[in-house]
């Protein structure tokens, strides 16, 4: 069965500090792994989609990089306004396009 | 280029009322995808359109269906709703069937059930 899993939960940062979340899927026949930014009680915000091991997708201070069993979102020297959810999903193309998504990590970036 | 709209964003029912959200897709996409989002989990696949037919359902019980019309845009019906049906309901839209695909949300309708 397709799972996608994220960690950690909740990551507490603060401004300047570093820090990397992690998506790991298991999918057969992987056809794109994507990031999406939620902030509390909005829509998902696309960011990234990534298609093979060894892509990485760059966005100000958001990178995104692809292995054949997980990925990362590296967030260099966060500011408060990277404060959100980051959600990670698999499409799961026996049933159409349905993306099959992780928990989330909340991120709380403290100035 | 319009983005993916929904409508109301908030609602309030009580337990056994039916209720209809609805969705206007992204321009130029003709598949449209609704979620299930409880407080603090990742969003649940309910079912997705492709030009007016059901392509897909997840794991929700048939009081929960829905419609795609001509211009792509979707409604969401729940019948005798129920507490646990309280959550965000997103409607994302995207482009083909061929997978891998961006689906990009809509702002969401927030649903409290008392």
């Known amino acids: 069965e397709d799972q996608v899993t994220q960690s950690p939960e909740a990551l507490r940062l603060q401004e300047g500090e570093s820090s990397s979340l992690n998506c790991s899927y298991t999918v057969s026949g992987l056809r794109g792994l994507f990031w999406y930014r939620q902030d509390p009680g909005k829509g998902p915000e696309f960011l990234f989609t990534l298609y093979s091991a060894g892509e990485e997708k760059e966005k100000e201070r958001l990178k995104a990089t692809l292995t054949k069993k997980e990925s990362f979102l590296h967030i260099t020297a966060p500011k408060p306004e990277d404060s959100a959810t980051y959600l990670c999903?698999?499409?799961?193309?026996?049933?159409?396009?349905?993306?099959?998504f992780g928990g989330g990590t909340r991120v709380l970036v403290k100035p | 280029e319009t983005g993916v709209t929904q409508s109301p964003t908030h609602l309030i029912k009580t337990r056994g009322q039916q209720v209809t959200l609805r969705c206007s897709s992204q321009s130029g996409h003709n598949t449209v995808s609704w979620y299930q989002q409880a407080l603090g989990q990742g969003p649940q696949f309910i079912f997705q359109?492709?030009?007016?037919?059901?392509?897909g359902r997840g794991n929700f019980p048939p009081r929960f269906s829905g419609l795609q019309f001509p211009n792509y845009s979707s409604e969401l019906n729940v019948n005798a709703l129920e507490l646990d049906d309280s959550a965000l309901y997103l409607c994302?839209?995207?482009?083909?069937?061929?997978?891998?695909?961006?689906?990009?949300f809509g702002p969401g309708t927030r649903l409290l059930v008392l």
């Open positions: 994302a839209s995207s482009s083909g069937l061929a997978g891998g695909e961006t689906q990009y």
């Open positions: 999903a698999v499409p799961f193309v026996a049933a159409g396009n349905k993306l099959t």
């Open positions: 359109y492709y030009r007016e037919e059901e392509n």
